[in-house]
């Protein structure tokens, strides 16, 4: 399926790949390290980048440094989310230690844990960027809402990047 792009898309994305190409893998682990992302992370992000190289059309393209990127700018814009949902995954990651029945609920604290961990971490990011949050359980599902529409326009941009390359000749 080859879609017909806009000289909008097609513009995007040479400015996407145009920063992608512009930053090495050094300064993006200086970066992530800025950032405060663990170096287990960090690796996973280079090996990312390495492993995602692919020839489209006879033209490299660098679908995992334009996905890392697209990371780091969501990061950027939602610092707090980020970490509280790193934080609240590592805390759900520990129902894994119980005895018996760890590895039955670990995946369930660990979700539980990142939600939570996000939820919070972008209520401080709206309070930082001076918006209110509603309270009681309408505030926090507008928040996951919120969070949602965030992270899957994310991943449309990811996904249209590679699309739209792969649909250009």
């Given at each position: 399926?080859?879609?017909t ?25 200086a ?10 992370i960090?690796?996973?992000?280079t ?59 670990g ?15 972008h ?12 309270v ?18 994310l991943?449309?941009d ?12």
């Amino acid at each position: 399926m080859t879609a017909t792009l806009t000289v909008q898309q097609q513009m995007g994305l040479m400015g996407m790949e145009s920063n992608s190409k512009r930053t090495t893998m050094e300064e993006r682990y200086a970066e992530f390290k800025a950032l405060g992302l663990p170096s287990e992370i960090t690796t996973a992000f280079t090996e990312m980048s390495k492993k995602t190289a692919k020839t489209v059309a006879g033209k490299s393209i660098e679908i995992g440094k334009i996905m890392i990127d697209q990371i780091i700018v969501f990061i950027k814009e939602n610092p707090n989310m980020a970490t509280g949902a790193a934080i609240g995954a590592a805390v759900g990651a520990l129902g894994f230690l119980i005895p018996f029945i760890g590895p039955v609920i670990g995946p369930l604290t660990t979700v539980i844990g990142a939600a939570l961990g996000g939820v919070t971490g972008h209520r401080i990011d709206k309070r930082n960027k001076g918006e209110q949050s509603s309270v009681g359980i309408q505030g926090v599902m507008e928040d996951l809402i919120t969070i949602a529409k965030a992270f899957f326009k994310l991943l449309a941009d990811i996904f249209k990047a590679i699309i739209d390359q792969k649909s250009v000749s």
